[in-house]
C-alpha cells in the first residue's frame, strides 16, 4: 500500500508541474543596420522570424530609425551680381515587409524655409544644412503574425528618401546632399509553455518506477 501511495504522489507532482500556467516571455533580435549612405536608400533588410516552438506568438513590434543629415551648397555664375533663394531640405523613411505590408515610417525636416545668399561667381558654397532623427514603432496585426513564423527570416524593404527645394531668383545653382543610416529591432512576446525542472523528470520516473516495481510485484504473487 506504501509503495502506491508513494508512486501516486510522485505522479501528482510531476503532473502539477506540467500542468503548471504559462509565462509570458520577451524574444528580441536586431534588424540588419546600414551604415551612412547617400540618400535616396533603397535597400533590403533582413528580420528573424518568431520559433513557433517557443509558445503562442501573442506581439509584434517592429521598430527602425535612421539619422540623417544633408545640406544644400549653391552656386551663382554671375559676375557681378548676388542671388538670393529660399531652401528646405526634408526626409522620409518607410519600412515595407513580406506582401507589400506596410511596417510603418516617419517624415521630418532637416531645414525648412532658410533664406539664403548665392555670392557672385562662386561655386558650391554650404548655405544650410541640418539633421534629422527618424524613428518608427509598428505593432504588427494578429492576422499577419504567419508572416513572421518560422525558423528563418523575412526581407523587408527600407526605403530612406531626401527632398530638397530651392524657391528664389534664376541663375542659381543648387546641389543638395543627404546621408542616413540605420538600425532597428523586432520585439515578440509569446505566452511561452513552463519548462520543468530536472526534479520534476525525477519525480515522474521515480512514480513510474514504483508502478511498475508494484505490478510485476503483484503479477508474481499472483503466479504462487
Same mark, same amino acid.
Given at each position: 500500500m506504501k509503495l502506491k501511495q508513494i508512486a501516486v504522489a510522485s505522479l501528482c507532482v510531476a503532473a502539477g508541474a506540467f500542468s503548471a500556467p504559462a509565462m509570458a516571455a520577451v524574444v528580441e533580435y536586431d534588424i540588419t543596420s546600414i551604415g551612412s549612405t547617400l540618400t535616396n536608400i533603397l535597400?533590403?533588410?533582413?528580420?528573424?522570424?518568431?520559433?513557433?516552438?517557443? =509558445?503562442?506568438?501573442? =506581439?509584434? /513590434?517592429?521598430?527602425?530609425?535612421?539619422?540623417?543629415?544633408?545640406?544644400?551648397?549653391?552656386?551663382?555664375? @554671375?559676375?557681378?551680381?548676388?542671388?538670393?533663394?529660399?531652401?528646405?531640405?526634408?526626409?522620409?523613411?518607410?519600412? /515595407?515587409?513580406?506582401?507589400?505590408?506596410?511596417?510603418?515610417?516617419?517624415?521630418?525636416?532637416?531645414?525648412?524655409?532658410?533664406?539664403? /545668399?548665392? %555670392?557672385?561667381?562662386?561655386?558650391? %558654397?554650404?548655405v544650410a544644412s541640418g539633421e534629422a532623427e527618424l524613428f518608427s514603432s509598428y505593432a504588427v496585426n494578429a492576422s499577419n503574425f504567419s508572416l513572421f513564423t518560422g525558423t528563418g527570416s523575412v526581407t523587408a524593404a527600407l526605403a530612406i528618401n531626401a527632398t530638397g527645394t530651392a524657391v528664389g531668383q534664376t541663375g542659381i545653382g543648387t546641389k543638395f546632399t543627404t546621408l542616413?543610416? =540605420?538600425? =532597428?529591432? %523586432?520585439?515578440?512576446?509569446?505566452?511561452?509553455?513552463?519548462?520543468?525542472?530536472?526534479?520534476?523528470?525525477?519525480?515522474?520516473?521515480?512514480?513510474?518506477?514504483? %508502478?511498475?516495481?508494484?505490478?510485476?510485484?503483484? @503479477?508474481?504473487?499472483a503466479q504462487a
Open positions: 535597400t533590403d533588410l533582413s528580420i528573424h522570424q518568431f520559433d513557433a516552438s517557443l =509558445g503562442t506568438l501573442t =506581439g509584434i /513590434t517592429i521598430e527602425y530609425g535612421s539619422a540623417v543629415n544633408g545640406n544644400v551648397a549653391l552656386t551663382n555664375t @554671375s559676375l557681378t551680381k548676388n542671388k538670393t533663394t529660399t531652401v528646405s531640405l526634408s526626409t522620409t523613411m518607410t519600412l /515595407t515587409g513580406p506582401g507589400a505590408l506596410a511596417l510603418g515610417g516617419d517624415t521630418k525636416a532637416l531645414f525648412s524655409g532658410v533664406n539664403a /545668399t548665392a %555670392v557672385k561667381n562662386s561655386a558650391n %558654397v554650404i542616413g543610416d =540605420g538600425a =532597428g529591432k %523586432v520585439t515578440y512576446t509569446y505566452t511561452a509553455l513552463p519548462v520543468p525542472e530536472p526534479e520534476t523528470y525525477g519525480m515522474l520516473l521515480l512514480g513510474l518506477g514504483v %508502478v511498475a516495481y508494484a505490478a510485476k510485484r503483484k @503479477s508474481r504473487s
